[in-house]
């Protein structure tokens, strides 16, 4: 297969990656299985994510991206080979153009690690592009116009906002807090309240399943299995939408505290925009359901979810590919 060009919105918890003309090609959770004495990529994607929690101690399951930042090399580089593989075929005549989505407070360090991965994984070249504005774009924000716009994209290692005028970003935040530190409040109030200790995917399904932002009149009810902290033996309890919603407090009030301190930064003239079109909230994490409601709530400036939040950013490096020449200056950094 002859493909010029591939985005990748690279994520702590799922890798989509975005080939022009064709769309979003693949999806998969950011997970490698990798077999400890030969030190040997096993599976990767929703294989290894299978994996998790179930492995011997000759395999160890690594999620090679932490907060949005490659903290494992060795294993992002093979996973993104895995996925250019996947879609372009390994026996291909022509090195790809890589577009790569990264957070808006990554390092000049981070950003490097993301560029030589994605050399090393068989580019010919690699762009890296912040996330914020990619997401907007993949939301069909006109970003290029006078008129400000605020963008929030709650990923799965970082919630990333910022406020867009012509072309670039005007004030930002990005905090590590996201979808994983969701599932890691949930796991530790289930923990404490039931003295039952659940695994990251079992706290996932139930962020996924019951999960709200707000307490709601109507309840609803999951029952969950773990391991009891007392007897050590496997136990089932009911938990309710309700004690989601409070075990979510503390990262949801992190969440609006970056929001916040975006919006005071915010020059008047932006300020008057942002309140008359609201905020975008785009990534996996702002399918959380009545999070837009909450999020208005607490800072009184309207909130919409974008049409598709989880492939924003993946359709965005689409976009900026297709269209090189003019965001080559404002958004990007070139090997």
Not at 246 to 272: C, F, G, N, Q, Y
Not at 281 to 303: F, H, Q, Y
Request: aromatic share 6%.
């Amino acid at each position: 297969m002859f493909l010029r060009k591939i985005g990748i919105d690279l994520g702590t918890c799922n890798s989509l990656v975005f080939v022009p003309g064709k769309g979003i090609v693949l999806q998969e959770p950011s997970v490698v299985a990798v077999t400890l004495a030969e030190n040997k990529i096993l599976a990767v994607g929703q294989e290894a994510k299978e994996m998790t929690g179930r492995t011997p101690d000759t395999i160890r399951v690594y999620r090679p991206l932490k907060d949005g930042v490659i903290a494992d090399y060795k294993v992002a580089q093979a996973m993104l080979k895995h996925f250019i593989d996947k879609v372009s075929g390994s026996f291909r005549f022509l090195k790809p153009e890589l577009m790569i989505g990264v957070p808006a407070g990554i390092t000049s360090t981070e950003r490097r690690a993301v560029i030589e991965a994605g050399s090393w994984a068989g580019a010919k070249q690699v762009f890296v592009a912040k996330e914020p504005i990619l997401a907007a774009i993949g939301a069909g924000i006109p970003i290029n116009s006078y008129s400000g716009y605020m963008v929030v994209d709650i990923g799965g290692g970082t919630s990333e906002v910022a406020v867009i005028s012509l072309g670039g970003i005007v004030t930002s935040s990005s905090v590590r807090v996201a979808g994983d530190k969701m599932d890691f409040a949930i796991a530790n109030f289930i923990k404490k309240k039931y003295n039952l200790a659940i695994g990251e995917r079992t706290a996932e399904e139930v962020k996924i399943k019951i999960g709200t932002a707000q307490p709601k009149k109507q309840e609803e009810f999951l029952e969950i299995r773990g391991r009891d902290l007392i007897s050590g033996l496997p136990k089932n309890v009911k938990v309710s939408s309700n004690e989601v919603a409070e075990a979510l407090a503390e990262p949801l009030s992190d969440i609006i505290k970056a929001i916040k301190a975006v919006l005071w930064d915010t020059p008047a003239e932006l300020s008057a925009d942002v309140m008359d079109k609201g905020m975008t909230l785009t990534g996996g994490g702002s399918i959380l359901r009545n999070i837009d409601e909450l999020i208005a709530k607490s800072t009184g400036v309207p909130c919409f979810l974008a049409a598709d939040p989880l492939s924003c950013v993946a359709k965005g490096t689409g976009v900026v590919l297709e269209n090189l020449e003019v965001y080559k200056k404002s958004i990007m950094s070139k090997k």
